[in-house]
């Protein structure tokens, strides 16, 4: 089964700075995405950032991008300039392309982004 | 608005009713799951569909618990004799499979909470 681990609870970080939230991972599997999501308050959870785990390459999107490491089975999002509206809970997960297609996340980490 | 809507958003019942909550999903997509999210923690997966099957079931998933999606479109989840511990934001989604491996996304609701007194 695979599991999803993020090991900071609360983050915080002023505006305009960078921070780089961790995540780590286990499968068996060899094909499979990995996300990053995002939870503001009180509102629905949208998608932040995709990787898909035969790219090398990491991928990016404006201020986000990540680290992926896959044979440590890590997969960090870091987050430059940050915003006040980045404030939010961000869940780490994963999907198993072939089998699935279900999301497995990680507890969370909340982020607060101070002025 | 032609995102995944959710109904109700909040729902407060006693301990032993049955409660039901409504999901819509975006038009389009053939795929539909169910998460429950308690405060503080990352969504757990309940249930998928596609299209109108019901594709897997997780073992957190008490017989109490019933998943239905009749016509493909919108599904139901409804939860008998509820419980204290059911207390819970239930999440919605849904996506797109098409042949081949996976590649979407999934589009979440606002969620139902649910206060069991």
């Known amino acids: 089964a695979q599991t999803v681990t993020q090991s900071q609870p609360e983050m915080s970080v002023q505006e305009a700075e960078t921070v780089t939230l961790s995540c780590t991972y286990d499968?068996?599997?060899?094909?499979?995405?990995l996300f990053w999501y995002k939870q503001p308050p009180s509102r629905q959870m949208i998608l932040v950032i995709r990787q898909e785990a035969y790219k090398q390459q990491n991928a990016t999107e404006n201020r986000f991008s990540v680290n992926f490491q896959k044979a440590a089975k890590s997969f960090s999002l870091k987050i430059s300039d940050s915003q006040l509206g980045d404030t939010a809970m961000y869940f780490c997960a994963f999907m198993d392309r072939v089998q699935g297609g279900k999301l497995i996340f990680g507890q969370g980490t909340e982020l607060s982004v101070k002025p | 608005d032609t995102g995944v809507s959710q109904d109700p958003r909040h729902k407060i019942t006693k301990r032993g009713q049955n409660v039901t909550f409504r999901c819509d999903p975006i038009s389009e997509h053939n795929r539909l799951y169910w998460y429950r999210q308690t405060l503080g923690q990352g969504p757990e997966f309940l249930t998928y569909?596609?299209?109108?099957?019901?594709?897997?079931k997780s073992r957190l998933l008490s017989d109490r618990f019933s998943a239905e999606r009749p016509k493909g479109s919108f599904s139901t989840l409804e939860i008998q004799r509820t419980e204290q511990g059911d207390s819970a934001m239930y999440l919605c989604a849904s996506s797109l499979k098409e042949q081949g491996p996976l590649t979407g996304e999934l589009f979440f609701g606002e969620g139902s909470r649910l206060t069991v007194l």
């Open positions: 499968t068996s599997e060899s094909n499979y995405y």
């Open positions: 569909f596609q299209n109108e099957a019901q594709l897997e």
